[in-house]
């Protein structure tokens, strides 16, 4: 016979070691005594670890584990690399939850430092100089974490190459003669 975990095992309820038995009318041996539950659970160290629990705002209600700190949503599969689609939101207060299709802010998926870059672009203003500052790096890096960032969210510009440039380049590979480099020229 399988025992679940809420019961007890066999033999919990038994006279403490070194006990009297009691006298007729006698609620407990002198000394404290009585019968006692020895079961898996010791109940005050659990009632411990859930004060715990609440003082660190994960009692009930609130199904994060105390190592798990929250995390940025990725936006794209880790299987396949298409788009993730955000489809459940819940409470951390009352664990209510709430199921449908629902549009994903574009900075969410960004890093710690990624936002932190962009909150102090967007307090300065645009500032880059305010950017370089805060980040303690000279204004070329701070540029350069700044056009990373408008990479990640799909903002960098992609200008198309000057044809002219595309031409010489084509001229040097030897992919076309200079009589048709010369053509091409307006």
């Not at 006692?36 to 609440?54: E, I, K, L, M, Q």
């Not at 105390?66 to 489809?87: F, H, I, M, W, Y």
């Not at 990373?148 to 510009?157: D, F, I, M, P, R």
Request: with cysteine.
């Amino acid at each position: 016979m399988r025992r679940g975990l809420g019961e007890p095992p066999p033999g919990a309820w038994q006279q403490r070691a070194g006990e009297r038995s009691r006298a007729p009318g006698q609620s407990h041996p002198p000394g404290g005594g009585g019968r006692t539950r020895r079961s898996g659970c010791d109940h005050r160290r659990w009632n411990r670890v859930a004060g715990d629990r609440d003082q660190h705002g994960l009692g009930q209600g609130n199904r994060r584990s105390v190592n798990d700190e929250l995390r940025s949503a990725p936006r794209d599969c880790p299987v396949c690399g298409g788009k993730l689609a955000l489809t459940r939101l819940s409470c951390r207060s009352c664990a209510t939850e709430l199921s449908g299709s629902f549009e994903t802010c574009e900075f969410c998926s960004l890093g710690r430092e990624d936002r932190d870059v962009l909150r102090v672009f967007l307090a300065s203003r645009g500032n880059m100089k305010d950017l370089e500052r805060h980040l303690g790096v000279s204004y070329p890096t701070a540029r350069a974490r700044f056009d990373a960032l408008l990479n990640k969210l799909g903002l960098s510009e992609k200008t198309a190459p000057d044809p002219r440039v595309q031409m010489l380049e084509q001229l040097a590979r030897g992919e076309i003669d200079v009589d048709e480099a010369d053509r091409r020229l307006p």
